[in-house]
């Protein structure tokens, strides 16, 4: 016999043996589950019904295998997939810009098991991951644009204000099948287009940071060129460093650019003052850096979990007359939080637009 979380008998050969029978259920369910979403929500639901019925410790333990078990199937059966499916539709990807965003998009495809034959880099000055990862994978890695030769898929992950010397150079590489993913802030489909023959099909994405471990949002565009097929090819792409969401309209994506593609920073620097606010509150230095990373890290994964609204889960922390609830009249005033990332928000947008053409 064991207790559960709140301190009743449980059954423990019971528990056990519905342990195995949802891991049976796991595993055969994952010819059909191919994607996270799916994933995440049977996961979440068999999470829910042993919570009333396990143990905390042999409640995570089964969580911890139930989640290899997942990630294992998944990634799996998405690499079979995934391959499969790029190889039908491209001949080859040709990635220009190989910086921060451009090697986690190349290191999500190759994790995900896109054959590197497809693949092609260019980076005037590539880092030494890159350099290693071109080596190992024997990835054509170009200095240079001009020596990059046509490919059906050009993903642009260079700076904005490179693209003024890189678009019209890439012109003649370009056919009216191509398709054109860029991840540039702030460029313009028009702008972008204007630069090749009219019937090129484009596809403006917006990722953020955290496509770098596979967690990443990427808001997405595409022009009316782009086909069906071509369209679900960006987003198979895209997919491989987290979720995609199409946006209806493109002057959405300066606000997405505000919102997500700079939101990271912002919680960075919630997570940099916290530390500078501990330690004015009489924390050294080391402890103070662990709890705000713990707690921001923790909070952002707690919310990820939670079905609730964020403003649920913070009035659940909230008790009155508190110590969250002192804080909070603070962050909440009239110059407070709302009004400072309003602000942020609004400067963010208007800087995006005014790095369009
Ligand atoms: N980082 C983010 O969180 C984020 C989020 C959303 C969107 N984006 C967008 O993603 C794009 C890339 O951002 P990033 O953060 O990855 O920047 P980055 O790390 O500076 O990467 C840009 C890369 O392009 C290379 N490059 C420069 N000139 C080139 C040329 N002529 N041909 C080919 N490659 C060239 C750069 O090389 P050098 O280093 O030698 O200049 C660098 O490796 C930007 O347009 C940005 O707006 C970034």
Redesign the pocket.
Known sequence: MAHDWHGSRVNTRRVFHSVGMYLHIIKSSFTQRTSTRANEILLRSIETHLRTVQTKRTHQKLIRKIEHELRFNETKNIAVAYNDYVRRRVDKIAL?????????LIQSWTNLGLSSDNLII??????GI?RKFANEHNVPLH???DEIGSSSVFV?????Q??G??LP?LRRFVRNRTLII??????TIRGIQSNFQSGVGVVRA????P?IIGRGITAAIANEIVTTEQRELAAALLSATGGVVWVAEENMMDAV?AVS??G??YVFLLAEYLVKAATAAGLPIELASRLAKETVAGAGELLDHSDDDPAVLRRNVTSPGGTTAAALEILMGSDGFEALLNKAVAAATKRSRE?AD
């Open positions: 220009i810009g190989a910086g921060k965003m451009g090697g986690a260019v980076d005037p000055k590539p880092s890159v200095e240079n644009v642009l992950a260079i700076k904005p490179e693209s010397e890189v150079r860029s991840i540039m802030a702030g460029k917006m990722p953020n940071l496509a650019t593609g700079s990271p920073a790095l």
